[in-house]
């Protein structure tokens, strides 16, 4: 069972950027699609941006044209890089494949949108 571990979270003001990584245990090619997940207090969470092994990606209606997903399978890494955050973007970000494992749910990467 691959094992993720997300970092690059912190507390950013509204309009800041923020990049996020996410190391996987295994490799990468195998996996078909990844996805970064959020959960906000409160909230169930929720697919936020998918990328296909071959680059195709797809985004929430809510961060299309801000957050942008990629993947470096030779690494074993996937990236959301944020930008142009928001207050309503505070939650925990996590990755896992697409659907989810749900044995492979890492600690997450809390990020606060802040002033």
């Known amino acids: 069972q691959v094992q993720y571990v997300e970092s690059g979270g912190g507390l950013v003001q509204p309009g800041g950027s923020l990049r996020l990584s996410c190391a996987a245990s295994?490799?990468?090619?195998?996996?078909?699609?990844m996805g970064w997940y959020r959960q906000a207090p409160g909230k169930q969470r929720e697919l936020v941006a998918g990328?296909?092994?071959?680059?195709?990606?797809n985004y929430a209606d809510s961060v299309k044209g801000r957050f942008t997903i990629s993947r470096d399978n030779a690494k074993n890494t996937v990236y959301l890089q944020m930008i142009s955050l928001k207050l309503e973007d505070t939650a925990v970000y996590y990755c896992?494949?697409?659907?989810?494992?749900?044995?492979?749910w890492g600690q997450g990467a809390q990020v606060t949108v802040s002033s």
């Open positions: 295994g490799s990468l090619f195998t996996i078909s699609t």
């Open positions: 990328i296909t092994r071959d680059g195709r990606t």
């Open positions: 896992n494949k697409f659907p989810a494992a749900p044995r492979s």
